[in-house]
């Protein structure tokens, strides 16, 4: 307990830290909007799905529309980000997250689900990765793995406390304003996401003037002609020594070569495919095997982030303890065993148990390989080129999501699960393709990190703006 609470003081240090930037604050406070508006509809996502006459394949389809849109939306993102800086590509991934959850929320037949599911895509699918290329961008290279992992753990922790809020939300208009279960109550929490993602390109309207200053700055090319100089003589010796020191990190950075870079792409894209496709078959195994609707579905899934949320925020500390390489590849392992516990389906309160406990260690697993990875990605990205390194890993992770949730669901509907052994159902074949997904991770991870044995994370905070400039 004592280090779980050392681990949360870090995390809110340098959560703190962050906000207290005037470069990060309006991005991290768009980027909390639409993470806690975006989850109070989670729960009840796929059940609307269904009411409005989808079948259980359709609602792996819709996934997939809005994996493709974000792929369109990545496919340019790297290329704005490098020459033009993040605060279009955050602008305009808001609105249209705004635009798309309005058109899905209003949707009144499943093609308009498709519709608003490809309108989403192209704004959901870049705003949390360029909110994440900003902030990498503008720290130092040896302070990115924390960066990393306190980011991804404060949209972990704000997207928890919008599900907290649906069990709430459910009771207010069943007693209050005396909704009952059903279409028009699931089309008025899937109405709430657009609220927040509004308010969020809003702000950034008004506010974003200081992202803009940041990265005009950043992005400003350095004069290279003879006899020019924009480097005042009475700060040269300061320059050499932060330089010198900034040489001295990069010598401690492990490098790793081209290969391993795709490496890592795929073992992104394998992790994207095992998440998108058991987040949207979860459901659907509650529905079919328990009868469960989105008010039980909604305690199990805000158990299963809170995990998810503590082992994103650990994986700095971890790191430390036991290397990179290791913690990936015993996370792997876990992603490897779990499916085989959630597919003995039993109707025992035994049963339930193990099957809720075993998926919700196939979503936090997976969870958590995501800032294994990417924080090697952003140690491996050379200053400039963090839009191009993240814009190609939103691209691949597009790609796996949109895979998953359609393969998986084509899966689910085709798999025989009536054959029984001792009362008990045996693996059906999705889960069966999550436990090879994570085989494949083990060793694809083992490949990739090898030269990250031991490699340390630095334990600091973020140092001051000047040697940012000039580091990031």
């Not at 058109?103 to 608003?116: D, N, Q, S």
């Not at 579905?297 to 790191?319: D, K, M, N, Q, R």
Request: proline letters at 4%; one cysteine or more; glycine letters at 10%.
């Amino acid at each position: 307990m004592l280090r779980l609470a050392t681990l949360l003081r870090d995390q809110l240090r340098l959560g703190r830290e962050l906000y207290s930037d005037d470069r990060f604050r309006v991005v991290l406070i768009a980027i909390w909007t639409a993470s806690f508006g975006g989850a109070l509809h989670a729960p009840v996502t796929s059940y609307f799905y269904l009411r409005l006459g989808a079948s259980d394949t359709d609602v792996g389809l819709i996934g997939s529309v809005i994996s493709v849109g974000s792929l369109f939306s990545a496919a340019g993102m790297g290329w704005v980000l490098d020459r033009k800086g993040s605060y279009p590509v955050l602008f305009w991934s808001c609105f249209l997250c705004a635009v798309g959850c309005l058109i899905r929320g209003m949707a009144t037949t499943v093609p308009w689900l498709f519709v608003g599911g490809a309108v989403l895509g192209l704004g959901a699918g870049s705003l949390w990765t360029t909110g994440l290329v900003y902030l990498v961008s503008n720290t130092p290279e040896a302070r990115r793995p924390q960066i990393v992992s306190c980011y991804l753990s404060q949209v972990a922790a704000l997207r928890i406390a919008g599900k907290m809020c649906y069990p709430a939300w459910h009771v207010l208009l069943v007693n209050v304003f005396g909704i009952q279960p059903g279409l028009f109550m699931d089309r008025l929490s899937m109405g709430t996401c657009t609220l927040f993602c509004v308010y969020g390109s809003v702000l950034l309207g008004f506010k974003g003037q200081s992202i803009a200053d940041t990265e005009k700055q950043r992005l400003q090319p350095k004069s290279c002609e003879l006899g020019t100089s924009t480097t005042d003589p009475l700060k040269s010796s300061t320059s050499t020594s932060e330089s010198m020191d900034h040489a001295k990190d990069q010598s401690k950075t492990p490098v790793i070569g081209i290969p391993s870079v795709w490496v890592l792409g795929f073992a992104l894209f394998l992790q994207a495919v095992a998440l998108n496709g058991m987040t949207t078959i979860w459901p659907l195994l509650l529905r079919d095997w328990y009868q469960w609707g989105s008010k039980e579905f909604s305690v199990a899934l805000l158990l299963c982030s809170i995990v998810a949320t503590v082992g994103v925020a650990a994986v700095p500390s971890l790191e430390r303890s036991m290397s990179r390489r290791a913690l990936g590849l015993l996370v792997a392992l876990v992603l490897t065993v779990s499916p085989w516990l959630a597919g003995l389906h039993s109707s025992t309160i035994v049963g339930i148990a193990v099957h809720v406990l075993a998926s919700s260690l196939v979503i936090v697993a997976a969870v958590v390989l995501e800032p294994i990875i990417k924080s090697s990605a952003a140690q491996m990205s050379a200053p400039g080129l963090q839009g191009k390194m993240f814009g190609t890993l939103a691209t691949i992770t597009g790609i796996g999501e949109a895979l998953g949730s359609m393969l998986l669901t084509r899966l689910l509907a085709r798999s025989s699960t009536q054959v029984k052994w001792l009362g008990i159902t045996p693996l059906i074949e999705p889960l069966m393709l999550i436990s090879f997904l994570g085989v494949l991770l083990t060793i694809v991870l083992a490949y990739a990190l090898r030269k990250q044995v031991g490699t340390p994370i630095a334990t600091g905070l973020l140092v001051p703006r000047a040697f940012d400039s000039k580091t990031a």
